[in-house]
């Protein structure tokens, strides 16, 4: 199994970037985990303790389990990717039964941060997009597909999207074997990457 990691700031691209590598690769030989479905289970708190959490620092991840997950995948044993929702700041009560495939993608902001899943991936990919290009994306998709409004956005860019940004996910980029850079759409490197992945799967 060829475990890729695709890591960078809120915004810059990974699940554009994953969708455009996946969609032309045959179902069956290629898996993606989300990091996002790996936020710690909040279910004993209320809605307003919620959405008070730094989603944006490390201990906001259930890192364990998603090791835990990764490892099973490896040998061979399908997981339950847990579902997350965006709206409730939860975990659902869903699972996807995600099987073992020859490559599996692992993208998130933080993945990079954890030692332990850094030693599980065979590559190491950031994706890269300024700062106002990633604030700007992410106000316009968190107000159409996460049920966000604009002040909630900017709040949470100005108190830890920002400062955990700067702390801990751009710092990670010197782990990367690739950089991709994605102020503009790159379809270079997706070809790159997808090389490398149908040599791993002919
Ligand atoms: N290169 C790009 N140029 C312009 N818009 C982009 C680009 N990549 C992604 N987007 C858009 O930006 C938003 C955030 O992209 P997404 O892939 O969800 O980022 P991430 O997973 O890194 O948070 C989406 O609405 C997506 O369509
Ligand atoms: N309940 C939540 C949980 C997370 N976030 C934000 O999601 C971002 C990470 O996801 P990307 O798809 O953008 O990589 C992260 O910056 C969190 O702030 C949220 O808004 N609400």
């Known amino acids: 199994m060829l475990i890729i990691g695709i890591a960078g700031g809120t915004g810059c691209g990974k699940t554009t970037v994953v969708n455009q590598i996946v ?3 045959p179902e069956e030989e290629v898996g993606v ?14 809605y307003d303790e919620r959405i008070n959490i730094n989603f944006d620092h490390p201990r906001a991840i259930d890192f364990e ?7 099973q995948l490896k040998k061979g044993t399908p997981i339950h990717q847990p579902v997350y929702s965006f709206v409730k700041h939860n975990r659902t009560n869903d699972t996807i039964l ?7 993608i692992v993208e998130g902001i933080l993945i990079l941060t954890h030692p332990e899943l850094r030693e599980l991936f065979d590559i190491k990919i950031y994706v890269h997009a300024d700062s106002d290009e990633r604030l ?26 920002k400062p955990m940004h700067q702390q801990f996910i751009e710092p990670t980029k010197e782990y990367a074997d690739i950089i991709i850079p994605n102020n503009k759409y790159n379809t270079v490197a997706v070809d790159i990457v997808r090389t490398i992945i149908n040599e791993k799967i002919s």
Not at 33 to 46: F, G, K, P, R
Not at 65 to 71: D, Q, V
Not at 98 to 104: D, E, G, L, N
């Open 23 to 25: 969609n032309e690769l």
């Open 33 to 46: 985990i989300s990091q996002d479905s790996y936020y710690n289970d909040t279910s004993h708190l209320s």
């Open 65 to 71: 389990l998603l090791h835990n997950h990764l490892i």
């Open 98 to 104: 995600t099987h073992p495939r020859k490559v599996m």
């Open 136 to 161: 700007i994306r992410r106000i316009k998709r968190d107000l159409t597909e996460r049920g966000r409004d604009i002040e909630e956005v900017l709040q949470r860019y100005q108190s830890t999207l």
